[in-house]
C-alpha cells in the first residue's frame, strides 16, 4: 500500500477545529482525512516554507481560504507535491457564499486535483473534478453500544436542521400526519439554530423538543435513542448524519437528495416534498418487523462505503489519475 505525507492548510486553526478533531469518536466529514493519512494539519503561515515536503497539500474551498490558495498554488508550481482542493458547500448555497463564479473557477484551475463530496455537487465544479465523500468511522459506529430499553424509544422520532436550508416545517407535518394516523409521538428537531431559521416564530409549536447543537458523540447518543429519524434535507449534500444512522443501526427515511440516504437507505428515500411517500414508508418503519429489519441489514452492509479503507482507495486512485495527467 502507498504510503503518502499529506497536510491540510487553514488559514487559521480554531478552537472548533480542534474540538471536533479530538472527538471520539472523530466527527464525520472533511478533517478524518488527517486520520485516513495519519497526516497533520495546519495554519498557512506555520506550515507555508515546509509544503514540498509533503505528497499532498489539501485546502478546502471556503471563501476565507481563497488568497491563501493563490499563495500555495504559487509555491507549488514548480514542485512534485499536488495541489488538492475540495469544494464543502451543497451547491445551491454557492451563491450565497459571495464568491464571483469566474474566481471560483479560476482558483480550481490552479489545483492539480480537484474534489466534491457528492455527484450533483461535483457536477457544478470543473470538468475532471472526482467525486470523494468524506471519510467515516463506520467501523466504531458499528460497534457501538448504548444500554436502552426499546420500549423507551417507542414514538420518539427526531429530525435535523440544516442552517445553510433554514427549512424545518415539512418533518413536522409529517409527524402531524402520522399522530393523524394513531402514532403517540415525542417530536424533537436537532441542531436548530433560530437565526437561519425560516420558521422561527412557529418553532415552539411544531416540535415538543427543540435542541441546539450538541457535540458530536453527545448526538450519536441522542440518535439511539429514536425509534426514527428523519433526514428531509431538500438540497444535494452527501450527508454525513445518515452514514451515522446506518452504521448505528437507527431507522431513518428521508431526502433521495442526500447521497448517503439514497445510498444506505435506497428503499427508505423519497422526494422530500413526497409527503405521500413519506407517510407510508415511516408508518412500515413505526410498525417494525422484517421488512425493517431487511432495509436495517442493508443499511448496515452499504455504510461501510464511507468507511477509512474504501474512502483511501477512492482518493488515491483519483490522486494516481491527476498526478500522471499533471506530469507530477
Given at each position: 500500500?502507498?504510503?503518502?505525507?499529506?497536510?491540510?492548510?487553514?488559514?487559521?486553526?480554531?478552537?472548533?477545529?480542534?474540538?471536533?478533531?479530538?472527538?471520539?469518536?472523530?466527527?464525520?466529514?472533511?478533517?478524518?482525512?488527517?486520520?485516513?493519512?495519519?497526516?497533520?494539519?495546519?495554519?498557512?503561515?506555520?506550515?507555508?516554507?515546509?509544503?514540498?515536503?509533503?505528497?499532498?497539500?489539501?485546502?478546502?474551498?471556503?471563501?476565507?481560504?481563497?488568497?491563501?490558495?493563490?499563495?500555495?498554488?504559487?509555491?507549488?508550481?514548480?514542485?512534485?507535491?499536488?495541489?488538492?482542493?475540495?469544494?464543502?458547500?451543497?451547491?445551491?448555497?454557492?451563491?450565497?457564499?459571495?464568491?464571483?463564479?469566474?474566481?471560483?473557477?479560476?482558483?480550481?484551475?490552479?489545483?492539480?486535483?480537484?474534489?466534491?463530496?457528492?455527484?450533483?455537487?461535483?457536477?457544478?465544479?470543473?470538468?475532471?473534478?472526482?467525486?470523494?465523500?468524506?471519510?467515516h468511522r463506520v467501523d466504531l459506529l458499528k460497534n457501538?453500544?448504548?444500554?436502552?430499553?426499546?420500549?423507551?424509544?417507542?414514538?420518539?422520532?427526531?429530525?435535523?436542521?440544516?442552517?445553510?436550508?433554514?427549512?424545518?416545517?415539512?418533518?413536522?407535518?409529517?409527524?402531524?400526519?402520522?399522530?393523524?394516523?394513531?402514532?403517540?409521538?415525542?417530536?424533537?428537531?436537532?441542531?436548530?439554530?433560530?437565526?437561519?431559521?425560516?420558521?422561527?416564530?412557529?418553532?415552539?409549536?411544531?416540535?415538543?423538543?427543540?435542541?441546539?447543537?450538541?457535540?458530536?458523540?453527545?448526538?450519536?447518543?441522542?440518535?439511539?435513542?429514536?425509534?426514527?429519524?428523519?433526514?428531509?434535507?431538500?438540497?444535494?449534500?452527501?450527508?454525513?448524519?445518515?452514514?451515522?444512522?446506518?452504521?448505528?443501526?437507527?431507522?431513518?427515511?428521508?431526502?433521495?437528495?442526500?447521497?448517503?440516504?439514497?445510498?444506505?437507505?435506497?428503499?427508505?428515500?423519497?422526494?422530500p416534498a413526497d409527503m405521500k411517500s413519506a407517510i407510508?414508508?415511516?408508518?412500515?418503519?413505526?410498525?417494525?418487523?422484517?421488512?425493517?429489519?431487511?432495509?436495517?441489514?442493508?443499511?448496515?452492509?452499504?455504510?461501510?462505503?464511507?468507511?477509512?479503507?474504501?474512502?483511501?482507495?477512492?482518493?488515491?486512485?483519483?490522486?494516481?489519475?491527476?498526478?500522471?495527467?499533471?506530469?507530477?
Amino acid at each position: 500500500m502507498t504510503k503518502i505525507k499529506y497536510l491540510h492548510v487553514c488559514t487559521k486553526l480554531t478552537q472548533a477545529m480542534k474540538d471536533s478533531m479530538s472527538f471520539i469518536p472523530m466527527l464525520p466529514g472533511m478533517y478524518n482525512w488527517i486520520n485516513v493519512f495519519q497526516g497533520q494539519i495546519g495554519p498557512y503561515k506555520l506550515v507555508k516554507d515546509k509544503l514540498e515536503d509533503y505528497d499532498v497539500v489539501q485546502i478546502n474551498m471556503s471563501p476565507v481560504d481563497f488568497p491563501m490558495i493563490m499563495e500555495v498554488a504559487r509555491k507549488l508550481k514548480s514542485s512534485s507535491t499536488m495541489l488538492v482542493l475540495n469544494n464543502d458547500y451543497v451547491a445551491e448555497h454557492w451563491g450565497e457564499l459571495g464568491i464571483n463564479p469566474t474566481q471560483y473557477d479560476e482558483t480550481q484551475r490552479m489545483a492539480d486535483m480537484t474534489f466534491g463530496t457528492e455527484p450533483y455537487q461535483t457536477s457544478c465544479m470543473i470538468k475532471g473534478s472526482y467525486c470523494l465523500p468524506h471519510p467515516h468511522r463506520v467501523d466504531l459506529l458499528k460497534n457501538y453500544r448504548l444500554d436502552i430499553n426499546e420500549e423507551d424509544k417507542k414514538g420518539k422520532v427526531g429530525t435535523l436542521f440544516h442552517w445553510w436550508e433554514g427549512e424545518m416545517l415539512l418533518p413536522s407535518l409529517l409527524f402531524k400526519r402520522l399522530e393523524e394516523d394513531g402514532h403517540k409521538l415525542d417530536t424533537h428537531i436537532y441542531a436548530y439554530d433560530s437565526k437561519f431559521s425560516k420558521s422561527q416564530h412557529w418553532a415552539k409549536v411544531l416540535y415538543d423538543h427543540i435542541h441546539a447543537g450538541y457535540k458530536y458523540p453527545t448526538f450519536i447518543k441522542e440518535l439511539m435513542t429514536l425509534q426514527l429519524f428523519v433526514e428531509n434535507c431538500s438540497y444535494h449534500t452527501y450527508g454525513r448524519t445518515t452514514v451515522d444512522t446506518a452504521a448505528l443501526g437507527v431507522p431513518t427515511i428521508g431526502s433521495n437528495r442526500v447521497f448517503s440516504m439514497k445510498h444506505c437507505f435506497p428503499n427508505m428515500s423519497y422526494d422530500p416534498a413526497d409527503m405521500k411517500s413519506a407517510i407510508e414508508i415511516a408508518n412500515k418503519v413505526l410498525k417494525g418487523g422484517k421488512w425493517l429489519e431487511e432495509q436495517m441489514s442493508i443499511a448496515r452492509d452499504k455504510c461501510d462505503y464511507f468507511n477509512y479503507d474504501n474512502s483511501r482507495e477512492r482518493f488515491m486512485k483519483a490522486f494516481n489519475e491527476s498526478k500522471k495527467r499533471v506530469g507530477k
